[in-house]
């Protein structure tokens, strides 16, 4: 997923946690709608934005 998300345009960063399984975008400017649209690409599904 890391690397689909690092992709979008804006992303500078990205952290993937597994236990609590959340991912962390840092950047700007930020589209929610293709970073979401690159963790479904990845296989994961997307339940939140926060």
Known sequence: MTEEVEQVSGVSGVVVDLDTH??????APLDDRL?????VEAGYEVAAAI
């Open 22 to 27: 959340s991912v962390t975008v840092s950047g």
């Open 35 to 39: 970073i979401r649209a690159a963790i």
